[in-house]
């Protein structure tokens, strides 16, 4: 019997051994495993390494942009008490990290600056606050630009390109949106805008570097995707992905700007070359502002023409967005548009403005979290302007099949989400625009849908049980904060019949199978399967052992019953234990089928009459993404998405300087992130569902799908509130008060 | 950071002895640490305070209190005398920062809080407060969080705190220890200074001076308010800040105290702004009037413009409060 189980979904699978397993782990609200290491900080993140002479490095960021730079004058601080080198390697350094799931190097070569913040040179010295100093005080001098700076979007929003088809076409078209907007009885032809966001995780960017002693590049860095990080590291560095280890066990999050290798890494590693010796290198919070990863700004047309009873006929998204000169990737708005509403007429567009900003990549549900402040606030406008009420309007549009494709939902209860969370936060109560008043504040109550699409990734895991009758599951797929480690072992546990505490599950390691790594929402279901083929291909190996035919065969409490037979599993297993790999991977069923997870958010704010501060008071999120996994894990994910929400509708806004695109905001005093304060009582519901066409979990993608949608029912409940409609996001007091009735 | 030379003080007379040139006190470090980490202050040697017999509230025969430099905020805000008859300085240290700073921030570093202006943090931008003569980032770039009055060509930057809004709406007298060994007593109407062509000198402190204490009156009469708005519900700066004292008596406006957050370059009072209420009864023209008066000269930058209409509505529902009438 071969050892693995593969699996390409091309097929629905109809059944699930997660139904039928005894040990009783699958869906349960279990804490999560590595809890108690982070608590107490026994979790070694990638700084926290203590290798033997490490060095720290400190980066030195460019202070100018659009200039080739002549001398990095590293003379004067090399005599510096401590400091070890000022290292600089024009042609390899990364200009901008990479984005998630490249095998191609980060695009490299930082003489000419291309962005303000650049990271152009490391410090590096014997102690953390000698590099920092001496990091200082390194003078890059540089040529005059030969360009003028594009630092304005307001002053480049007419030029753009259109971008290379990626996630989704750039451009896409269906029947005649002019003509339909023409006719339509009901129009919508609105603008709103959203600024460019940081991911701003917990953790900033960190990298420790150690060339070993066998030529073998040992990387404990902060990185949600290791294997493609592996490959787009070594390429930087021109060396085989065989010489390279990336070692990622404990992430402080990363929200999408951690998938791709980025300027530290890079550094850190010549460094750690050239010296000799192990360079530990974090990234300051001004330089993961500066020289990581934004959310695209967007600006988002959004036309919507409906009939008389609202049945939308024309739906018309039309993006801008930006990035810098030669990257492709675009922040791609319109994602939930291709399905999200029926509509015959349709017309979704991305184009690109080029901008001398940093690198814009994947922030947390790329597309999704933007475009749908844009959409469900355009549904609920349009709601508005019919005189129905907005979940209606989303009964009338409900979609029987993917409109544009015409194949079938996977699995969608979008309508029952809305349902379901209209009775349960009081819907009916909401009243006309600018009516509810408690003391100071006006209140109001604000709908909107949420889907965010669902992907599988290819991903392998090995699972082992050894004598003792004690799991092992490898992969070096990552616990970005998300549960990994827990919903693998749960995973391995059910279908093993172990109990929890006996599965060891070993993550981030690119010496472990490839894994799918943390992005996109796909590590459960990606990860989860291949963790569960594993687990399957032991079941038939124990089964053998047993006699009896897999089918017949009850795992549990570390016993193989069958036959009328119970066995130890380390006694059925012996000296040698067993092991497995399992692998999963992407199949016709993405095309057969329309995947996503959908869900329903409700939000209550209060508006400061005398202000125009903004409060939330209180939400819910009623979601259906498939099998839920572990129930506390994923009612997490969900309240972290919300939080974003937050942030996105009413705070986050990282600011560009138009006179030289160096960014004005860059820390964590002035760039809001919702505090605890701005959090109120959030709760989630999640709908009973198994998606067959997902993967063999029945699951589907939660992490980003609490955000999509969160901040439009922000907005639209603000209107409700006060009676302003602000299309303009984040929603500041300054942009409500001249709304505001007088003093 | 710069290497700096540290030295620990235990009196105040030996702190101030062992000032030398580029020499600044630190206690609690909340502000002054972040500020070395970025180089924005590069101070050559630091005296520690911190452990000066300098953190007691202690009540006056006149009925007011003498407040210790060294008192952490968050000392200062629960102190029962403070609670119970200065409730708008109580009310301004509990809006501002967060628990943990609260709780290393001191009553004398408060005072002396460095502005939050983006340009000031970012050593990479001219800033004639952080650099002379460099220029004035904000005038033309984003300036949502800075000054409307007070303003010069030079800075526009905003003063952050909040605990010294109320100290000024309350009369608050700041007591100090100079290098000679002289004592002064210095009313905070008087120990900020306007930007100006010198915007890197923000207080009256002569070098080496130690503020010791900060004496509040005997308590006021009426009633008090501190009402911060801001960008989110905690851990933000004031975009605008009230602080305010009024008392009414046979239906008239009898006293009147405002100081203000968020407008200018220093906790910002302007006598105009009483003068348009003492005396009246109540009303909101009468309301109208004091914020008329007191946004007289205000000035807006661009993206700050804002905060001109957003003080004139703060300061007439405060006002509403503290008179009792309905809007």
């Known amino acids: ?127 953390f606050e000698a590099a920092r100093d001496a990091a200082h005080r390194v003078v890059v001098e540089h040529d005059a630009p030969k360009a003028e700076g594009r630092y304005d979007f307001e002053t480049q929003r007419h030029k753009t390109d259109k971008p290379a088809d990626d996630q989704i076409p750039a451009h896409f078209s269906q029947g005649d949106l002019a003509g339909a907007m023409a006719e339509a009885p009901h129009v919508l032809d609105v603008t709103y805008t959203t600024p460019s966001q940081n991911s701003a995780a917990m953790e900033p960017h960190a990298t ?35 010489k390279v280890r990336i070692i990622a066990r404990y992430i402080g999050g990363g929200f999408g700007s951690k998938l791709g290798i980025a300027p530290e890494a890079v550094a850190a590693a010549i460094a750690a070359r050239q010296l000799g010796r192990p360079v530990k290198c974090v990234m300051a919070r001004s330089q993961v502002f500066e020289a990581t990863v934004r959310r695209s700004n967007t600006e988002q047309r959004m036309r919507l023409g409906a009939d008389a009873q609202g ?55 790329p597309g999704e979290a933007v475009g749908q402040l844009a959409l469900e606030c355009a549904m609920d406008e349009l709601a508005e302007a019919i005189g129905i009420d907005p979940i209606e309007l989303r009964h009338i549009n409900e979609p029987d099949c993917d409109p544009e494709t015409q194949v079938p939902f996977s699995s969608r209860q979008l309508t029952r989400c809305l349902d379901e969370g209209a009775r349960k936060f009081g819907w009916d109560k909401r009243a006309a625009p600018g009516t509810t008043r408690d003391g100071e504040w006006l209140v109001g109550l604000g709908v909107a849908a949420a889907a965010r699409g669902n992907m599988l990734q290819k991903s392998a ?57 943390s992005g996109g929402s796909w590590g459960a279901g990606s990860s989860g399967s291949s963790v569960y083929l594993a687990c399957e291909n032991l079941r038939e190996q124990i089964a053998e052992k047993m006699g009896v035919a897999a089918e017949g065969l009850t795992l549990k409490d570390g016993h193989a019953i069958g036959d009328n037979r119970r066995v130890s599993l380390s006694e059925l297993v012996g000296d040698r234990g067993l092991s497995a790999e399992g692998a999963i991977a992407p199949g016709k069923q993405e095309k057969d089928t329309r ?104 699951a589907k993608g939660i992490g980003e799908l609490g955000i999509s949608g969160a901040g439009a029912a922000i907005a639209n409940a603000v209107y409700n509130a006060c009676g302003v409609r602000v299309r303009d996001f984040p929603i500041t007091l300054d942009k409500i008060l001249d709304g505001l009735p007088a003093m | 950071m710069k290497t700096f030379d540290y030295a620990k003080a235990d009196s105040p007379e030996a702190a101030v002895a062992a000032v030398g040139t580029g020499t600044k006190f630190i206690a609690g470090g909340t502000n002054l640490l972040d500020l070395m980490k970025l180089q924005i202050e590069t101070p050559d040697k630091l005296v520690d305070i911190s452990r000066l017999d300098l953190a007691q509230i202690e009540e006056r025969e006149d009925g007011g209190l003498t407040i210790g430099a060294l008192v952490p905020n968050s000392d200062l805000a629960a102190d029962p005398r403070v609670v119970e008859h200065y409730a708008v300085l109580s009310r301004a240290l509990l809006a501002g920062a967060s628990g943990q700073l609260r709780n290393k921030a001191s009553t004398g570093g408060n005072l002396l809080q460095r502005t939050r202006c983006y340009y000031f943090y970012d050593t990479a931008m001219p800033c004639n407060k952080r650099e002379p003569g460099t220029g004035c980032s904000a005038i033309g770039g984003f300036n949502r969080i800075l000054a409307v009055l007070g303003t010069s060509e030079q800075c526009i930057a905003t003063h952050p705190s909040d605990m010294a809004v109320a100290m000024r709406a309350l009369d608050a007298t700041i007591v100090t220890l100079k290098a000679d060994g002289d004592r002064r007593r210095i009313s905070i109407h008087e120990f900020y200074r306007l930007p100006g062509d010198t915007p890197e000198i923000e207080t009256v402190l002569e070098p080496g001076e130690l503020i010791t204490h900060v004496e509040l009156p005997a308590p006021p009469k009426g009633n008090q308010i501190y009402r911060k708005v801001r960008d989110r519900a905690s851990y933000a700066f004031a975009l605008v800040s009230v602080a305010g004292v009024l008392s009414v008596e046979d239906g008239k406006i009898a006293s009147a105290s405002f100081a203000f957050g968020g407008l200018g370059p220093m906790p910002w009072r302007d006598a105009a702004v009483e003068a348009a209420l003492v005396g009246k009864a109540p009303s909101d023209a009468v309301f109208e009037a004091a914020a008329t008066a007191l946004l007289a000269d205000a000035k807006g930058y661009g993206s700050n413009d804002f905060k001109i209409p957003l003080a004139r509505r703060v300061l007439i529902a405060c006002l509403r409060d503290l008179t009792g009438a309905a809007s």
């Open chain 1, 208 to 242: 420790t570097a150690h060339w070993d002693e066998d030529g073998i590049l040992n990387i404990y860095g902060a990185y949600q995707m290791p294997s493609s990080d592996k490959q787009q590291l070594a390429k930087a560095l021109g060396v085989s992905a065989s």
């Open chain 1, 595 to 698: 995947q996503s997870s959908y869900g329903a958010h409700f939000a209550e704010v209060g508006v400061n009459t005398t202000t125009g501060e903004v409060r939330v008071r209180r939400m819910l999120g009623v979601f259906a993404a498939g099998r839920i996994l572990n129930e506390k894990t994923a009612r997490s994910q969900c309240l972290g998405g919300m939080t974003f929400g937050i942030g996105a509708a009413l705070t986050e806004d990282l600011i560009h300087d138009p006179r030289n695109g160096k960014l004005v905001n860059r820390d964590l005093a002035e760039y809001h992130v919702p505090v605890n304060a701005d959090v109120p009582q959030l709760d989630v519901v999640f709908l009973e569902e198994r998606d067959v066409h997902a993967n063999p979990l029945h």
């Open chain 1, 1 to 127: 019997m071969s050892n693995s189980t593969n699996l390409t979904m091309d097929k629905p699978t109809p059944t699930s051994l997660l139904d039928t397993g005894a040990q009783g782990l699958i869906g349960e609200p279990l804490q999560r495993t590595e809890g108690p290491l982070k608590v107490s900080g026994n979790a070694t993140y990638a700084a926290e390494y203590a290798l033997e002479k490490v060095a720290y490095g400190v980066l030195v960021g460019s202070d100018f942009t659009l200039g080739k730079i002549t001398k990095v004058d590293a003379e004067s601080v090399k005599s510096l008490p401590g400091v070890i080198d000022v290292v600089t390697d024009f042609d390899s350094f990364a200009r901008n990290p990479q984005q998630g799931g490249e095998t191609k190097a980060p695009t490299q070569g930082v003489e000419d600056v291309a962005y303000r913040g650049e990271i152009v040179a490391i410090v590096v010295a014997e102690s």
């Open chain 1, 311 to 365: 049945k939308l006929t024309a739906i018309g998204h039309d993006s801008l967005v930006s990035n810098l000169d030669g990257e492709d990737f675009f922040e791609p708005c319109g994602m939930a548009t291709h399905f999200l509403y029926a509509a015959e007429n349709r017309e979704i567009n991305h184009d690109m403005v080029r901008l001398d900003w940093l690198l814009a990549g994947s922030m947390r549900a």
């Open chain 1, 461 to 517: 895991a090995k699972v082992t049980i050894n004598v003792l009758g004690k799991a092992t599951v490898e992969t070096d797929m990552t616990d970005i904060g998300t549960g990994t480690y827990t919903i693998l072992g749960q995973i391995a546990g059910e279908l093993l019949g172990i109990p929890l505490e006996d599965v060891e599950v070993k993550l981030g390691d690119t010496n472990s199978p490839p894994g799918a790594g």
